[in-house]
């Protein structure tokens, strides 16, 4: 059994930056892709940004350039630097995490951008 549990967020003005850590339990054989995903109220979970155990990445359009998403293969775990945030930003931010192709989800954690 896989548990994520991630850390970090509240609530940030606009501009501003906060930095989500999400850590996998279980040991790291078996875990290939980790990432980020965000639902809004009233809207669909959509991607963030995930990072393949190789290191490569892929960000959502809205992010790049302002979100890095990084992680450290011995520790089991995903950040996710976000910068300049914006209002449209805020959202609950959910850890994904895939072991044998299998998705595990971190309970989620709230990131709010005021104006």
């Known amino acids: 059994q896989v548990q994520v549990v991630e850390s970090g967020g509240g609530l940030v003005q606009a501009g501003g930056s906060l930095g989500l850590s999400c850590t996998a339990s279980?040991?790291?054989?078996?875990?290939?892709?980790m990432g980020w995903y965000r639902q809004a109220p009233g809207k669909e979970r959509e991607l963030v940004a995930n990072?393949?155990?190789?290191?490569?990445?892929n960000y959502a359009d809205s992010v790049k350039g302002r979100f890095t998403i990084s992680r450290d293969n011995a520790k089991n775990t995903v950040y996710l630097q976000m910068n300049s945030l914006k209002p449209e930003d805020t959202a609950v931010y959910y850890c994904k995490v895939e072991k044998f192709s299998r998705p595990y989800w971190g309970q989620g954690t709230q990131v709010t951008v005021s104006s």
């Open positions: 990072i393949m155990r190789g290191g490569s990445t």
């Open positions: 279980g040991g790291s054989f078996g875990i290939n892709a």
